[in-house]
């Protein structure tokens, strides 16, 4: 294998002949839920659960929002 022969972190002992490339690349991109946040964004959140946290605490107001427009005429 060539790649092997550039990639220093390789070992001779890893053997990919037999592999297929992005066999579970489709079952993984049906599961995951990537969003990219702006970088001044991203200065504040320094992993997901910062930012799952600070979503969460926006639903309250979100569920109270929705109710209210419910209310006034959908």
Known sequence: MKAME????????YD???GIR???AKRYAAGT?????????AHFFPDHDSVNEALRSLLPIMKRHAKKNAEQGA
């Open 33 to 41: 839920n990537v969003v990219v946040i702006d970088p001044d964004v």
């Open 6 to 13: 550039n990639d220093p972190d390789m070992l001779e002992e």
């Open 22 to 24: 992005g066999k579970y």
């Open 16 to 18: 990919f002949s037999k």
